[in-house]
């Protein structure tokens, strides 16, 4: 049975794993977090990861997945100011080798910023235990923090394929665009996932690839919204390349032409930063609308369907907590196909039938 250590857990990656039946121990320091997963029947092993570098007595969870998603505001903003910084700190650890001595690597985040040195306790991780399998996941501008472990890890003996993934390609209905490191150690090559469904060309929205299923709409996963494109990107605060605000670029859409509503719907306010109290009602055809386009909201429930997520899935905490899970999750459909590309042989993969799109 492949068991699998997931490094700054929350949900995501658990969903995928339990479809699969791989046993997931889980480290998770936010409380909601945790409270989600208990109800989902994952296993937290425990709470904060440095307790599994640097504690007196560490939890011992023999694994041979490796998976990591570690915090990414402090690179957020990397090439301008403190971003640039905080990646020039980390790309310094890693010449440095920091990460054969967490002491040392905690120490760092000490001086700088305790984000900073988290990006690395992957790598740490993978120094002392030495899993077959290893995913690693985050915004593009880590990338370049990926592309230096994965010298170190090739000096380790690992084949390792560093790149961007894009969540449309693998039935999310979402552009969401994330820096993805994949190494295996069992003499087979890295590569990413094969693509299920086409690319979103944003310049050319008729565009589809060759081969593979359309990508899949907001309007397909909910029933309304953008019915000629996938979502924005759902964040956790701030930006899509590492912030989280809950489907924040949503309203600049309302007033495009492909923005239909196939039905009514109500939606509630998820973030007060998105505009003022209320809601906004519509009726089919958008005869009849109240409010502002900008006070447009998603519920929670829409969100994590927008991320993939089963409809039965329950976010513990309350509204600002659950969208907070729910932005910095990684889609469990993307999740998936990263897992079968490191688990499953090639011979027993589906292949999506190809169909086509009504106009």
Same mark, same amino acid.
């Given at each position: 049975m492949t068991v699998a250590l997931d490094l700054f857990a929350g949900t !995501?990656?658990?969903?995928?794993?339990?479809?699969?039946? /791989?046993?997931?121990?889980?480290?998770e320091i936010m409380p909601e977090a945790r409270a989600s997963r208990a109800a989902a029947g994952m296993e937290t092993i425990y709470h904060d990861v440095w307790d599994g570098l640097l504690s007196d007595d560490p939890v011992v969870f023999t694994h041979s997945l490796q998976i990591a998603s570690p915090p990414c505001q402090s690179f957020s903003l990397a090439g301008k100011g403190a971003g640039r910084a905080a990646l020039d700190d980390v790309l310094r650890a890693i010449d440095d080798r920091a990460y054969e001595q967490p002491a040392r690597l905690r120490a760092l985040g000490a001086e700088t910023d305790d984000r900073t040195a988290l990006v690395l306790t992957p790598l740490a991780h993978v120094h002392r235990d030495r899993p077959m399998f290893i995913t690693w996941e985050q915004v593009p501008p880590v990338l370049p923090v990926w592309e230096a472990c994965a010298e170190v890890l090739r000096g380790m003996g690992y084949s390792v394929w560093v790149g961007i993934i894009r969540a449309e390609q693998y039935g999310v209905p979402q552009t969401r665009r994330r820096a993805v490191l994949i190494a295996r150690a069992d003499g087979i090559d890295a590569a990413p996932p094969t693509p299920t469904h086409s690319r979103y060309y944003e310049r050319e929205p008729q565009r589809l690839d060759e081969g593979v299923l359309p990508w899949v709409t907001m309007?397909?996963?909910?029933?309304?919204?953008?019915?000629?494109?996938?979502?924005?990107? /759902?964040? !956790?605060?701030?930006?899509?390349?590492?912030?989280?605000?809950?489907?924040?670029?949503?309203?600049? +859409?309302?007033?495009?032409?492909?923005?239909?509503?196939?039905?009514?719907?109500?939606?509630?306010?998820?973030?007060?930063?998105?505009?003022?109290?209320?809601?906004?009602?519509?009726?089919? !055809?958008?005869?009849?609308?109240?409010?502002?386009? !900008?006070?447009?909201?998603?519920?929670?429930?829409?969100?994590?369907?927008?991320?993939? +997520?089963?409809?039965?899935?329950?976010?513990?905490?309350?509204?600002?907590?659950?969208?907070?899970? /729910?932005?910095?999750?990684v889609p469990p459909l993307m999740a998936g196909a990263i897992i079968d590309e490191l688990l499953a042989p090639a011979a027993l993969r589906a292949v999506p039938e190809v169909v086509e799109r009504a106009a």
């Amino acid at each position: 049975m492949t068991v699998a250590l997931d490094l700054f857990a929350g949900t !995501g990656w658990g969903v995928a794993l339990q479809a699969r039946g /791989i046993r997931e121990g889980g480290v998770e320091i936010m409380p909601e977090a945790r409270a989600s997963r208990a109800a989902a029947g994952m296993e937290t092993i425990y709470h904060d990861v440095w307790d599994g570098l640097l504690s007196d007595d560490p939890v011992v969870f023999t694994h041979s997945l490796q998976i990591a998603s570690p915090p990414c505001q402090s690179f957020s903003l990397a090439g301008k100011g403190a971003g640039r910084a905080a990646l020039d700190d980390v790309l310094r650890a890693i010449d440095d080798r920091a990460y054969e001595q967490p002491a040392r690597l905690r120490a760092l985040g000490a001086e700088t910023d305790d984000r900073t040195a988290l990006v690395l306790t992957p790598l740490a991780h993978v120094h002392r235990d030495r899993p077959m399998f290893i995913t690693w996941e985050q915004v593009p501008p880590v990338l370049p923090v990926w592309e230096a472990c994965a010298e170190v890890l090739r000096g380790m003996g690992y084949s390792v394929w560093v790149g961007i993934i894009r969540a449309e390609q693998y039935g999310v209905p979402q552009t969401r665009r994330r820096a993805v490191l994949i190494a295996r150690a069992d003499g087979i090559d890295a590569a990413p996932p094969t693509p299920t469904h086409s690319r979103y060309y944003e310049r050319e929205p008729q565009r589809l690839d060759e081969g593979v299923l359309p990508w899949v709409t907001m309007a397909e996963a909910l029933g309304w919204g953008l019915s000629l494109r996938p979502s924005p990107t /759902i964040t !956790g605060g701030g930006t899509e390349t590492g912030g989280a605000e809950p489907i924040a670029k949503l309203a600049r +859409y309302t007033s495009r032409p492909d923005w239909v509503f196939r039905r009514p719907a109500t939606t509630v306010v998820a973030d007060p930063r998105l505009g003022g109290p209320g809601r906004s009602e519509f009726v089919k !055809g958008g005869v009849s609308r109240q409010n502002r386009p !900008g006070s447009l909201r998603l519920e929670a429930h829409e969100a994590a369907k927008l991320q993939s +997520y089963p409809d039965d899935f329950h976010f513990a905490g309350g509204l600002g907590k659950q969208f907070l899970q /729910i932005g910095n999750a990684v889609p469990p459909l993307m999740a998936g196909a990263i897992i079968d590309e490191l688990l499953a042989p090639a011979a027993l993969r589906a292949v999506p039938e190809v169909v086509e799109r009504a106009a």
